[in-house]
């Protein structure tokens, strides 16, 4: 399953990167499992995912849950808590 | 365009002005335009820079605009959120409602401006003496929310 993930704000700047398109394992189909794949890359990922409290995501731009589905060409974002207004 | 996402700045009377020129039955507009601050957290703040996740942002706001017009009987709805680069007292978001009656212009412009605070994919980083910081999301503004869930249904 190819994926597209964008990055914002505290995290885009510890990854050094605003976007990525990975090929994900059969076993990743929730945001969480994502998110886990990610970290245990390694670095940036495991030191940025960690040093950003409760990091939330987006899922074709709209606000996810850790067990929300994923599907191919899916677009996903992770970022802070949001400060706008 | 009910929602707007921009650099520059707005003109709250003009955008007002056309919001409620459509309806001949608008008895009240309910505005509220936040404002760049001085100062945050005991820190002077310099500037402040807004960063947004396009796509998403429009959404979202529109999202919010037609939940609240679920929940009031309200005429038109008109968010305009500024992005990039501001500095103290520089107006940063719009939010007008217009209506019959003033209790549902009250109420919805308020409950779109407690989504937006927690919903709109929208982040601020300031420049302090100190240096640069991005700015927390204030545990206040999740209570704001949240009270609207026990008043209504979402």
């Known amino acids: 399953m190819k994926l597209t993930v964008l990055y914002f704000a505290r995290l885009r700047e510890a990854l050094q990167r ?16 994502l998110r886990s794949w990610l970290v245990a890359r ?7 995912f960690a040093e950003v409290k409760r990091v939330r995501a987006a899922v074709d731009q709209a606000m996810a849950q850790d067990a929300t589905p994923l599907h191919d060409g899916a677009e996903v974002a992770f970022f802070p808590p949001v400060t706008g207004g | 365009m009910p ?5 520059e ?4 009377g003009a955008e007002i002005s056309r919001l409620r020129a459509r309806d001949p039955k608008v008895g009240a507009v309910a505005a509220f335009i936040g404002v760049a601050r001085d100062v945050n957290d005991g820190d002077a703040v310099a500037t402040l820079s807004l960063e947004h996740y396009p796509g998403m942002t429009e959404k979202a706001l529109e999202d919010i605009c037609a939940q609240a017009r679920a929940r009031w009987q309200v005429t038109e709805i008109l968010i305009v959120h500024r992005v990039g680069e501001l ?9 007008a409602v217009t209506s019959s009656h003033r209790g549902e212009a009250f109420a919805a412009c308020e ?3 407690d989504y937006l605070k927690t919903e709109a994919p929208f982040w601020k980083k300031e420049t302090t003496p100190g240096g640069t910081r991005w700015v927390e999301a204030r545990e206040s503004d999740d209570q704001a929310r949240a009270r609207w869930k026990e008043a209504g249904s979402r």
């Open chain 2, 111 to 113: 409950f779109v401006m």
């Open chain 2, 3 to 7: 929602v707007r996402v921009q650099q």
């Open chain 2, 87 to 95: 500095r103290p007292t520089d107006q940063i978001v719009l939010v």
């Open chain 2, 9 to 12: 700045d707005f003109d709250a």
């Open chain 1, 42 to 48: 390694g670095e940036p990922w495991a030191s940025a």
């Open chain 1, 18 to 33: 605003e976007r990525e398109v990975v090929e994900v394992p059969a076993g990743v189909t929730t945001v969480t499992h």
